[in-house]
């Protein structure tokens, strides 16, 4: 497995269940809680504190002497993949958006053609004297927009279409 911190690259050998090296190095990793970590190894002790993992990013919040990084994990597959050139091909495309609960439209904030962000406003949904925002599933372009403001939606209604 490749962990890649900051553009840093680490690779982590695995032989019998256990993590046996990094980078070449013969490693000892010793948990000290559900959250800490220390990667002990013949030159040096570092200890790592798990703040969040995101598995289908295939991301993991660390901290490490009071800084908090974002480490991207690649596996075997996902290194074959990259060679043949379908790093995309375990995700899954999400193309539509719909109602998670039925309620009225307050606002949209977006337009057919603009580029999103995986978790940006998308728009306002009342439900339950509550305005709900409705964010995106997923990183992309917006292809149609397939309600209006002000009106009154049931769930499961296809909302908004990705390309």
């Known amino acids: 497995m490749k962990v890649d911190i900051q553009n840093r690259s680490i690779t982590l050998v695995k032989k019998d269940n256990h ?3 990094a980078n070449a190095e013969a490693v000892a990793f010793i948990f000290q809680d559900a959250n800490t970590l220390l990667v002990q190894s013949p030159s040096q002790t570092i200890e790592l504190r798990c703040l969040g993992i995101d598995r289908q990013a ?3 919040r660390l901290q490490y002497k009071n800084q908090n990084y974002v480490a991207a994990i690649t ?3 996902d290194e074959l993949l990259k060679t043949m050139g379908l790093e995309n091909a375990l995700q899954s495309k999400i193309s ?3 109602a998670p609960m039925p309620g009225l439209v307050l606002d949209i904030l977006v337009v057919p ?3 999103v962000e995986l978790g940006e406003k998308l728009l306002i949904l009342e439900a339950m ?3 709900n925002a409705i964010k995106s599933p997923t990183a992309g372009v917006v292809a149609s927009i397939e309600i209006c403001k002000g009106q009154a939606v049931d769930k499961n209604l296809v909302l908004i279409r990705f390309e």
Do not use: A, C, D
Request: hydrophobic share 40%; charged share 30%; aromatic share 6%.
């Open 19 to 21: 993590w046996v090296t």
């Open 129 to 131: 004297k509550m305005e």
């Open 96 to 98: 539509l958006l719909k």
């Open 75 to 77: 596996e075997p597959m």
């Open 113 to 115: 053609g603009q580029q």
């Open 58 to 60: 295939k991301t993991v």
